[in-house]
């Protein structure tokens, strides 16, 4: 029987304790197995430190270039942030720029190097690279992703081509809110593919949590992990455990959630009845 390799990674470490303590605990108590680290988090330096008090964890770089604060300073890359060195929230309006605008494109660059760089000084070593929103599967910040990947030899990354068939079964209503958006992350990931391929660069066949996006459930998890054929997979998740004393609001219940699918004994159970073999981007197999 083919033994279907599975990565399960939590997103945006750094980005808060919360989020920080969710990630740890997830990996330690539950199936986590990798992470993807956010440099221009406001908990940066404690997830580094976390990081490397866990030497099974993998530690990815997560790519801010919307909804998210610069490493670089306002006044070197202004036409991309704010005067608090913030980028646009709505990520088609900072595509569209980042597309269209030269002087948009070489600030851009810039600060994905100077991400990048951040990252290398870490000490950590780059398990992969993804990006916040998926935002790297815009052709211009592609290439750009793949300069610096040659550059720091990085050769893992998060190609976002989620299964549109598993989750319409699972919950068809969902699938047909994201078919739209479906079919064009579906051409972009084709070209992503063939262009890694080129670049000898390892990615998983699937990567499934986009559609689920902010309402991914214990039921929906379960549903799929039962239909998955692909050999190599990475599930993601948005875990967060909330501050005691804090009122929590959507989001932060649902980052909650999460944490607790990948905590869950019946998760667990279902992930070895299945035969997955939890892995990371640096064990998994190149095929």
């Known amino acids: 029987m ?4 599975m990565i399960i990674n939590g997103d945006d470490f750094g980005i808060s304790e919360e989020v920080n303590e969710a990630i740890i ?31 099974n964890l993998a530690v990815g770089l997560h790519l801010v270039t919307v909804q ?12 991309i942030v704010d005067e608090n060195g913030y980028f646009s929230d709505d990520p088609t309006v900072a595509g569209v720029k980042y597309f269209f605008l030269e002087r948009a494109r070489r600030d851009l660059e810039q600060e994905i190097g100077a991400q990048f760089a951040k990252f290398a000084a870490t000490g950590l070593h780059f398990s992969h690279v993804d990006s916040h929103l998926h935002m790297h599967i815009n052709p211009t910040i592609f290439s750009m992703v793949l300069g610096y990947c040659r550059r720091y030899s990085v050769n893992r990354m998060r190609v976002p081509n989620d299964d549109f068939g598993i989750v319409f079964r699972v919950d068809w209503a969902t699938a047909l809110k994201n078919a739209p958006t479906a079919l064009i992350f579906n051409f972009l990931c084709r070209y992503m593919r063939k262009r890694l391929q080129q670049e000898e660069i390892i990615f998983t066949e699937r990567v499934y949590g986009h559609f689920f996006t902010g309402r991914i459930s214990e039921s929906a998890v ?13 599930f993601y998740f948005h875990p967060a455990i909330p501050r005691e004393g804090r009122l929590p609001n959507g989001k932060l219940i649902q980052c909650k959630r999460e944490f607790d699918i ?8 279902r992930i070895f009845e299945l035969g997955f073999k939890l892995t990371t981007y640096p064990a998994l197999s190149s095929r």
């Open 2 to 5: 083919r033994q279907i390799e």
């Open 25 to 55: 605990r997830a990996h330690r108590n539950g199936i986590l197995t990798s992470c993807s680290l956010m440099v221009t988090g406001d908990s940066f330096d404690q997830a580094v430190r976390l990081a490397k008090e866990n030497e």
């Open 68 to 79: 998210g604060r610069a490493v670089l300073a306002p006044s070197d890359i202004p036409s």
């Open 222 to 234: 379960l549903g799929m992990l039962a239909q998955i054929r692909a050999a190599t997979n990475e």
């Open 262 to 269: 990948m905590v869950s004994p019946e998760v667990q159970k």
